[in-house]
């Protein structure tokens, strides 16, 4: 039981070290792109091809002052951040290891419980800033998180019925022959375009609306609070990818072949920012209400009907 216990440790900590080096690599992946997509090179200065280039943002990020604003409250304002990057690093455990108990078979359930945590955590610190501007964008990201967040559920909800499983491990049995893309590709559109939504990605990053909210609720943060953020974020977009990955492209995760797709789906990310301007906010509800929702629900009852009627010819 104690040796079960050390390697359960063991295991979550190399996968929130790769996590943390992957987000480092992955921000300089997506400045690299969006230097190419608008015909510049991205940072080059730093190292060879400017590799290290991450540590030194980290490094510089990390030795600066923090901000503390005088009519903020203060332990609210210091810990929403943390809270932030503990529960997306928290959501890596869905990851269907199928080693040391990591595996659950609920996973998809505690998915959930987690993006909806982080809501919390977003609107907290929009709120303890005491200040307008990050109240304004903080209650923006809240709702459209809270919005999204419906359509992305029942999306994931339709595959689970398909699958008859919580277990995240089971994506992977059930794609040996066929991937869920070719059966259902408007869903993998819905799933993707939700999942940019869940992260506050262009085209819907109304959470940073740099023009009318400066930057959105993390407006007053800076140093420390406004890396954990950031990393936060990035964190959430690798998941994303990851998730997409499991249950629409095949999900065999223990080949190499698993996490080039997954690079290509952040590729994906990073290749929406540098082509696509931001929505409209009425927009941007107008299509998780009145076209996402619509969407999973049918694809929900379709499947649920497909269900219905094979169980009644076994």
Do not use: H
């Amino acid at each position: 039981m104690f040796y079960d216990m050390i390697m359960l440790i063991i295991n979550f900590v190399l996968l929130i070290i790769c996590v943390l080096i992957s987000v480092a690599f992955l921000t300089l992946l997506e400045r690299k792109v969006l230097g190419y997509v608008q015909v510049r090179k991205g940072p080059n200065k730093v190292g060879f091809l400017g590799i290290p280039q991450p540590f030194s943002d980290a490094i510089k990020l990390i030795c600066k002052e923090q901000p503390v604003p005088i009519l903020s409250n203060y332990l609210l304002y210091y810990f929403s951040p943390v809270f932030n990057l503990m529960i997306s690093l928290f959501i890596w455990m869905v990851f269907p290891y199928l080693t040391y108990m990591c595996s659950f078979s609920y996973g998809f359930l505690f998915f959930l419980c987690c993006t909806g945590m982080s809501v919390y955590t977003i609107m907290i610190a929009g709120w303890s800033s005491n200040s307008n501007y990050s109240l304004l964008g903080s209650l923006r990201s809240v709702a459209q998180t809270i919005s999204y967040e419906v359509s992305l559920a029942l999306i994931l909800l339709s595959l689970i019925m398909l699958i008859d499983s919580f277990n995240m491990s089971n994506f992977m049995i059930y794609q040996f022959y066929c991937w869920f893309l070719v059966i259902c590709f408007p869903l993998f559109l819905a799933c993707f375009a939700s999942c940019l939504a869940e992260t506050n990605r262009t085209p819907f990053d109304f959470a940073e609306g740099e023009s009318e909210l400066v930057s959105g609720f993390n407006v007053e943060y800076g140093a420390g609070g406004f890396t954990l953020i950031f990393l936060a974020e990035y964190t959430s977009i690798i998941f994303m990818s990851m998730l997409l990955t499991l249950t629409f492209l095949g999900g065999d995760f223990y080949s190499f072949l698993f996490f080039i797709k997954l690079g290509f789906v952040s590729f994906m990310f990073i290749w929406v920012r540098g082509t696509l301007p931001r929505f409209r906010y009425d927009k941007l509800m107008y299509l998780a209400w009145k076209s996402f929702l619509p969407l999973s629900l049918n694809f929900l009852i379709f499947f649920i009907g497909l269900k219905i009627l094979l169980i009644s010819f076994i």
